[in-house]
């Protein structure tokens, strides 16, 4: 849910813009560029970790522009209200090129879909299959608040551990806990385990949205 973006490479596109100007599509008041091509698949690298084809970056481009300029018509507090989110995590310079402004907006709308998913839908019973699927989740236990750690345990079929981790996501807190032969014990998560498993459920929380997310796009691309 958290987007990167490195400016050091828009502006590297910024002053090379010019070798990639020719237009490639022009309909129903949308452009794309072999710049935007080019500024497109390298922000979906940076931020997705993966190559974007050119014909695959072409169709995401009409799609994302046309959404954009329908919201900017119909629901401009809207798109108002998505560029402040912007503006307040990344700063006014994020929106100063049409094309990280879009990729931005298209990204943060795409959230919007995963917040709802995450607060209103997800269930634990979602989350024991989820880590159920894992080889394993080895996580240090603690005693004494994790000054100290006692043992290494795999907690991935632990319903005590998976209703905690569940509680905490929902409360925003990481006060994990597990009982042990009538022991209670503190779960030491640190950052970068935490992310990783929060990468997990996100990716998750993206394939039960698409669908929906993918017919919310094409419907405001037809009105």
């Known amino acids: 849910m958290v987007i990167k973006i490195f400016f050091k490479i828009i502006l590297f596109l910024f002053i090379y813009k010019s070798s990639f100007s020719d237009v490639i599509y022009e309909k129903n008041n949308i452009i794309v560029t072999e710049y935007d091509i080019k500024i497109y698949q390298q922000l979906y690298k940076e931020n997705y970790n993966s190559e974007i084809n050119y014909s695959n970056s072409l169709k995401d481009l009409v799609l994302i522009n046309s959404l954009i300029k329908n919201l900017e018509i119909n629901n401009p507090e809207f798109i108002k209200k998505i560029d402040s989110e912007i503006i307040n995590r990344l700063g006014q310079n994020s929106l100063e090129n049409d094309n990280v402004k879009n990729f931005l907006r298209f990204s943060r709308i795409r ?41 290494i345990v795999d907690l ?36 970068l385990t935490f992310k990783a498993i929060e990468k997990l459920i996100i990716e998750y929380i993206q394939i039960q949205t698409a669908d929906e997310f993918e017919k919310f796009v094409y419907e405001k691309n037809k009105s």
Not at 118 to 134: D, P, Y
Request: glycine share 0%; charged share 30%.
């Open 156 to 191: 991935k079929d632990k319903e005590e551990f998976i209703k905690s981790f569940y509680d905490n996501l929902k409360k925003n807190t990481q006060d994990f806990q597990i009982t042990i032969n009538e022991v209670k014990y503190k779960v030491c998560i640190n950052e």
């Open 111 to 151: 959230d919007e879909f995963l917040i709802n998913y995450f607060q209103n839908k997800l269930e634990i019973k979602e989350l024991k299959i989820l880590f159920s699927e894992l080889e394993s989740l080895n996580l240090p236990i603690s005693i004494d608040n994790c000054l100290i750690i006692n043992e």
